[in-house]
Each structure stands twice: as structure tokens, then as C-alpha cells.
């Protein structure tokens, strides 16, 4: 039996003071033009390793609950454990014993100015022979879905690769309480 993952090891909210400029997720926010329309809600690192995974969905929870709809919370939570789950399976981050996963939480205003979108970015350590892509799965087969899954119920999806930072797989999810899906 896999033991638990030590908590994630920043878990407080961006506005912290303590918060370290030098970390990935900071390194990546101020290369990506897609932050500055975004109201950052908190972002943790994890173990690159599957226990990983059930924690990073409950500090999603923790972190969402109360401030959108829990049929939305329900399909982040889904596509959330996707993404690490991925990062840990495909990337570097789950090949070492230092490896690592990053889950940023944000939230913005949708385009009409009417409502919530959810932005969840997962970052891992990258990997030298592959970027993320959607893959045709067979009926039969065990995997291949993750991103799908992503395309299909998020308003947008996308990768970011840098080769300091690591892979950045991020999507938006509106708020199923404005009416627009």
C-alpha cells in the first residue's frame, strides 16, 4: 500500500506575503499573458507520485467550495484529477524521486461579463520526448481519455511548454449558475 503524500507544500492563498517569487508557479504566471485577466484563488505543489492525486482534488475542494456551483466543482474536481494524473504519468514529474506537480485555481469574468469561469493550470517537470496531446482511445483500452475529457467539457483547454518551467496544461470551466455552458 502507497502511503499518503505529505501535504502540499504550499497551499496558502497567492495574497500571502510569504509567497517566494522564485517558484514555478510564479516563474510561469508572469511568462503568461492569460494571468493578467485572472483572479489567482491559490496554487499548491504535490509529490510526483498517484497518492498525489486524491490530495490535489481535495485542496481543489477546499479551496472552490462556496464560490461556485457544485455541479462545476464536480467537473473541475474530474478534469483536475485528470491533468495530475497525466502529469505524473507522462512527464518527468513522476519519474523521479524528486518530481513535482503544480495546481494553480483561478477565477475570471466570462467573456459577456456576466458570469464565472474557472481556470485550473496544472505544471509538471516536462519531459524531454512528448508534449500533451488529445489521443484516440479504443473502447477496449485502459487510458487515452484524459484530455479528451478535457476538450469535451471545458470552454477552452491549451499546453504551455517552457523549458525552465515544465509542461502547463490549463482549462477553463464557466460556472454551470450563469447559464452558459
Not at 496554487?43 to 462545476?72: C, E
Not at 467537473?75 to 485528470?82: A, H, M, T, W
Not at 506537480?101 to 466570462?110: G, H, M, N, Y
Not at 517552457?162 to 449558475?177: I, Q, S, Y
Request: hydrophobic fraction near 35%; glycine fraction near 8%; charged fraction near 20%.
Amino acid at each position: 500500500m502507497t502511503p499518503p503524500p505529505p501535504p502540499p507544500s504550499s497551499s496558502r492563498p497567492l495574497s500571502s506575503p510569504a509567497l517566494q517569487p522564485g517558484c514555478r508557479y510564479e516563474r510561469h504566471r508572469t511568462a503568461s499573458p492569460r494571468w493578467a485577466v485572472l483572479h489567482p484563488l491559490g496554487h499548491a505543489d504535490f509529490p510526483g507520485i498517484t497518492a498525489s492525486v486524491p490530495t490535489a482534488r481535495q485542496w481543489a475542494r477546499d479551496l472552490l467550495t462556496g464560490k461556485i456551483n457544485d455541479d462545476t466543482l464536480d467537473d473541475v474536481l474530474l478534469l483536475l484529477s485528470e491533468l495530475v494524473t497525466n502529469a505524473i504519468v507522462h512527464s518527468d514529474s513522476g519519474r523521479g524521486a524528486h518530481g513535482s506537480v503544480t495546481v494553480c485555481v483561478a477565477l475570471s469574468t466570462d467573456h459577456d461579463g456576466c458570469g464565472t469561469v474557472v481556470h485550473v493550470e496544472v505544471i509538471d517537470d516536462g519531459s524531454a520526448v512528448s508534449l500533451p496531446f488529445v489521443r484516440a482511445a479504443t473502447p477496449d483500452s485502459d487510458g487515452g481519455r484524459g484530455l479528451f475529457m478535457v476538450e469535451t467539457l471545458s470552454a477552452r483547454w491549451g499546453v504551455h511548454h517552457d523549458d525552465e518551467v515544465g509542461n502547463a496544461v490549463w482549462f477553463h470551466l464557466p460556472d454551470v449558475t450563469t447559464g452558459h455552458r
